[in-house]
């Protein structure tokens, strides 16, 4: 068989089973087992495919992914976003779109401590909407930046999807979590400057209203009541990994069991709240392993027909130069992202990506950035990004999804700006891995 | 018969939940004992690594009951009624009847690790079948509830197989509001 008629009839069977509504875990398992009998001789590849279920998730290096998560979801549970939002309330003065800068600066703030951008859009939604309703926010500055801001966990540490990219992608996970700050960073700056733009040339979209002014006491009270601690354990998990004290695993764990910590101190750690945060987490963790461990044959079955060193071989005999292919791959990607899930996204394409990536001699950090800020953006280009679905669910009745689309849409622009930054200035990415002494 | 059925089905569940929370202890206690006492603890590794898989397919029935996996659901929502429920229908029993089939070859698996005697890599083996056994057993149990979608499917077609909307308002729905957050 050619490889190109591996490669469609592997990504096509993929791609049909999955619209017909089977569940993505199961969409990835059935091509496998297909796949497997027809390529590995029969009922004889079977046993295999147990083994690589088997060794699938039974991974040390996966740890982060079920505790960055239960980060979020306690964080979420215990009510802490609130007192956070309060305090940071507290140091936004009179500015276009205060809201909305709230929005982003919690997000950003949520982003650090909490690795499901699904529990921080949830947080911020249900926070910050309610006032921003009252207080007469048009849709592009409410709805936009709670989802902006909520998808950014997926970019500062802990993020376990970069955990899975990573993993995925055989790169280094120490690196691209480390690697992912600064962009995020970039990213938040940029809704910040849209906001500010948009609330002073359509200041009907963010009216202005007096705010209970507080002495700078009352600031720093707040801030050191309930900022300050959350600060131990932004430290516990990225400024460990930074300073090359802890691996992301054991800053996970040490993240994790701060968060119980901290809910402790503020009385909130009740049994209840433990056992629905574990279950919570568990439910998300079993779906995305799901994925995954469905998935492990999958590119095994890509490389075994032949499809991934074919479409390698084509890709590098046409001359193009590899700025075009990177740009290429995005596009794929963002394409996918209208339609389907972000894990099953990476692992449909890394195992082809990748291989591309390494024999151009490309930096597979700087890429996987880019990539991930992409699988961010996905998860608000419609019809079936993520977040445009919990957006629906806090969003006041009588809202369509047409309006939740358009406000995201000037953020979805944001995101496609800050990865043409990283594609022009890669020195971002390698600058911030050289100054940790990762690079 | 089958009440008796789903609360197996929730004490897996549970036994997934304990899991994790024993796999952020485990490796919590590691760092301890390695920065404060320079010991680290041995087993932590492999234990982590065990209770990951074990985890997974725990839980994997209880999921799929909840109907928490997530899928693809563009296509059915442009196509009518009729078409839609067909659909459902056939992904039900596509999903059911491939986690049956790979469950089926796990469960051999189990019974060669068994007879054969294998045991984990790593310095703390345990044997194999253990391992291999709960993923027969998260596998049968996925197939059955499935099979047991369809079931409902078909004899009460308005039955919402895809909850994961549903699922994803329950996710975000606002807690309880702390006060001074109507305002």
Request: charged fraction near 10%; charge should be neutral.
């Amino acid at each position: 068989m050619a490889w190109y008629t591996a490669l469609s009839l592997i990504l096509g069977g993929v791609v049909v089973v999955m619209a017909l509504g089977v569940p993505v875990a199961f969409a990835f398992l059935v091509v496998t087992t297909i796949g497997v009998f027809a390529l590995q001789g029969g009922a004889g590849g079977f046993p295999q495919l147990i083994l690589s279920i088997y060794s699938s998730v039974s991974s040390y290096s996966l740890v982060p992914i079920p505790l960055f998560i239960l980060m979020g979801v306690v964080l979420w549970h215990s009510n802490l976003g609130q007192q956070a939002v309060d305090a940071l309330d507290k140091w936004i003065g009179r500015v276009p779109g205060r809201l909305s800068l709230l929005t982003i600066a919690s997000g950003s703030v949520f982003s650090a401590l909490s690795g499901s951008t699904m529990a921080n859009t949830a947080m911020l939604g249900s926070i910050l909407l309610p006032e921003m309703r009252q207080r007469g926010y048009g849709r592009g500055l409410s709805m936009g930046p709670i989802m902006a801001g909520g998808g950014l966990a997926m970019m500062i540490p802990p993020s376990a999807l970069a955990v899975i990219l990573a993993s995925i992608g055989r790169i280094s996970i120490a690196k691209v979590l480390i690697a992912a700050i600064v962009p995020g960073i970039i990213m938040a700056i940029l809704y910040t400057a849209y906001i500010l733009w948009r609330a002073i040339r359509h200041p009907e979209e963010a009216p202005s209203y007096s705010i209970a002014s507080a002495t700078l006491g009352e600031k720093l009270g707040a801030a050191a009541r309930y900022l300050l601690p959350l600060g131990v354990i932004i430290f516990s998990v990225s400024g460990l990994i930074v300073i090359g004290v802890a691996t992301p695993n054991e800053a996970a764990a040490l993240g994790a069991l701060s968060s119980l910590g901290l809910a402790a101190a503020y009385r909130r750690l009740t049994w209840a709240l433990l056992t629905k945060s574990l279950l919570d987490s568990m439910k998300i963790t079993v779906m995305t392993f799901a994925i995954m461990a469905a998935a492990t044959g999958f590119s095994q079955i890509l490389a075994f027909s032949g499809a991934t060193r074919g479409l390698l071989d084509a890709v590098l005999g046409i001359e193009v130069s590899p700025v075009v292919l990177v740009i290429g791959m995005n596009v794929i990607v963002f394409f996918l992202g209208c339609f389907m899930d972000q894990i099953a996204i990476m692992l449909i394409t890394l195992p082809i990506f990748m291989p591309l990536v390494n024999s151009l001699g490309l930096d597979p950090v700087w890429f996987a950035i880019i990539m991930l800020i992409n699988l961010e953006t996905a998860l608000m280009t419609p019809p079936f990004g993520l977040l445009l679905f919990i957006m629906k669910g806090v969003a006041p009745p009588g809202t369509t999804f047409m309006h939740i689309y358009s406000a995201a849409a000037p953020y979805v622009m944001l995101n496609i700006l800050a990865m043409a930054l990283l594609f022009v200035f890669p020195q971002i990415i390698s600058g911030v891995l050289t100054a940790f002494r990762l690079g | 018969m089958f009440r008796l059925y789903d609360r197996l089905l929730d004490v897996l569940a549970y036994a997934a939940v304990f899991l994790l929370f024993a796999i952020m202890v485990a490796t919590g206690l590691d760092v301890g004992a390695r920065y404060f006492f320079n010991r680290p603890i041995g087993w932590v590794i492999e234990f982590v690594q065990h209770s990951m898989l074990l985890m997974l397919f725990l839980g994997i029935g209880w999921l799929t009951r909840e109907r928490g996996h997530v899928a693809v659901e563009i296509l059915l929502d442009a196509v009518p009624k009729p078409l839609r429920r067909g659909m459902e229908l056939a992904a039900l029993l596509i999903s059911g009847a491939t986690s049956g089939f790979v469950g089926w070859w796990a469960a051999v698996a189990t019974w060669d690790n068994y007879a054969r005697g294998v045991v984990t890599e790593g310095i703390y083996p345990i044997p194999r079948h253990w391992l291999i056994g709960v993923i027969a057993l998260g596998l049968l149990l996925t197939a059955i509830e499935f099979l047991r979608g369809a079931a409902t499917l078909w004899t009460h077609p308005d039955t919402d197989v895809h909850q994961v909307e549903a699922e994803l308002e329950t996710v975000a729905a606002p807690p309880a509001l702390a006060p001074g957050s109507e305002t």
